[in-house]
């Protein structure tokens, strides 16, 4: 018996609960009973579902049960109290009785309009009225056969109605109306004050929202003309370089084609926030094939994308700004070029890419000062933090010169990947 009790309240625990967290299962709910109570939860506030799902998580299972033992051993503590107080009165069972029946009904009453309290105040006159009704009910049967089995005499126990009645309802109103209206009271004047709090933070996310949205379309503007005039730039100088040889003609018309390439590859990407990975290392592989026919032997590079992370998304044109900067602070100004390498990484849930040359290095104020100024390396940080607050740029000296690039960041893998473009 005990057995079959406990699986039926915890089915209606673990019913309950789910139509607190989702109300559209209230139509899945079997029984008049249960049906009832789960059309009850649904016509809470959503504030007020969250709290009692909070409530009813706390308390499940033996958590109930030992609430219950603490309360019943407090009010048969005032019981035994009120029958060392008032003797005559009180024997001791009826104390323990009488003070055990008040006190589960006021904590009873208490826990109903804690969870209802806006139904509690929509419905106040209601709610007083069946208050008062249940007590007067009450009152009056027990008068009623107190004085039928004192003497039998119907006079005398509307005589006693009318006596205790009124000490009886004063009673009840003052430890059972009051304490529930000054809850119901406290506990709307808390709603009222959440929701003018939830609506503030919400308007707060929205406008923060907004403005990233703001700074990242304009770090993306900066970015793409300070691209694409260098990458003008070189074409016009390689076509230069060109018309002075035989061969110049060629290798414009070459350089073009990979230049069209990249631009039909990268052009999308530039309009968006987000890219997968694959993406972005195919538009710095055009890039790089574009400045290797600008600089010959000098530039030389190498790309590693295992399969695990192409899917990955990351904010668009970050490595082609970082290879950009390399190749112009790094590999550029020295002598005998260089070589830069790309390579991403999945470490613990995190996404690391890595871009590493072996030209000029950090200059001599460490790794702290950011070469080539703020445009490139600080809207990369900008975009970083936009996107999510824990990514991170780092820049160091590498172990065969030249300076490591590395971004950390938490991993989002993409639904599909986008196919390169031809």
Excluded at 83 to 109: C, D, I, Q, V
Excluded at 190 to 209: G, I, K, P, S
Excluded at 408 to 420: F, R
């Amino acid at each position: 018996m005990l057995k079959k009790y406990t699986q039926w309240y915890r089915s209606i625990d673990e019913e309950s609960l789910r139509v607190l967290q989702h109300p559209e299962l209230v139509e899945q709910v079997q029984g008049r009973v249960r049906r009832y109570v789960a059309l009850k939860l649904v016509k809470l506030t959503p504030i007020e579902r969250q709290q009692l799902h909070a409530f009813l998580l706390k308390y499940r299972g033996a958590g109930f049960y030992i609430a219950a033992f603490k309360l019943m051993l407090l009010f048969s503590a005032i019981g035994v109290a009120l029958h060392l107080l008032l003797p005559a009165r009180f024997e001791l069972l009826k104390a323990l009785a009488f003070s055990n029946g008040m006190g589960f009904a006021l904590a009873w009453g208490l826990v109903g309009v804690w969870f209802n309290y806006r139904s509690s105040v929509r419905h106040k006159f209601r709610r007083l009225l069946l208050i008062v009704s249940t007590c007067a009910a009450g009152v009056a049967a027990g008068v009623l056969l107190a004085g039928w089995s004192d003497s039998g005499s119907m006079g005398m126990a509307f005589e006693r109605l009318l006596r205790v009645g009124g000490i009886a309802l004063l009673v009840a109103g003052l430890f059972y109306m009051v304490p529930l209206a000054i809850v119901t009271t406290w506990r709307n004047r808390q709603y009222e004050a959440l929701t003018v709090q939830l609506q503030q933070d919400a308007e707060r996310d929205r406008l923060a929202r907004e403005l990233s949205e703001s700074q990242l379309r304009l770090l993306r503007a900066q970015i793409e003309p300070h691209f694409l005039f260098n990458t003008l730039g070189a074409v016009q100088q390689l076509a230069e370089q060109g018309a002075q040889g035989a061969q110049g003609a060629g290798r414009a018309a070459a350089l073009t084609a990979d230049l069209i390439a990249f631009l039909r590859a990268s052009l999308a990407e530039m309009r968006s926030e987000q890219v997968p990975l694959q993406s972005e290392f195919d538009m710095v592989a055009a890039y790089l094939r574009v400045m290797q026919a600008r600089m010959g032997a000098r530039l030389r590079y190498a790309l590693d994308l295992p399969a695990e992370c192409a899917h990955a998304t990351i904010p668009s044109m970050i490595l082609l700004t970082l290879a950009e900067n390399a190749i112009k602070h790094g590999i550029e100004p020295s002598l005998r070029g260089g070589e830069i390498r790309l390579s991403a990484l999945r470490v613990d849930g995190m996404l690391r890419l890595r871009v590493q040359d072996t030209g000029m290095g950090l200059p001599e104020s460490g790794a702290g000062s950011v070469p080539g100024g703020g445009l490139g390396l600080e809207n990369v940080r900008s975009r970083l933090l936009l996107s999510d607050p824990s990514a991170s740029l780092s820049l160091r000296d590498g172990d065969e010169g030249g300076v490591i690039a590395e971004i950390v960041l938490p991993i989002n893998i993409a639904s599909s990947l986008k196919e390169p473009a031809a």
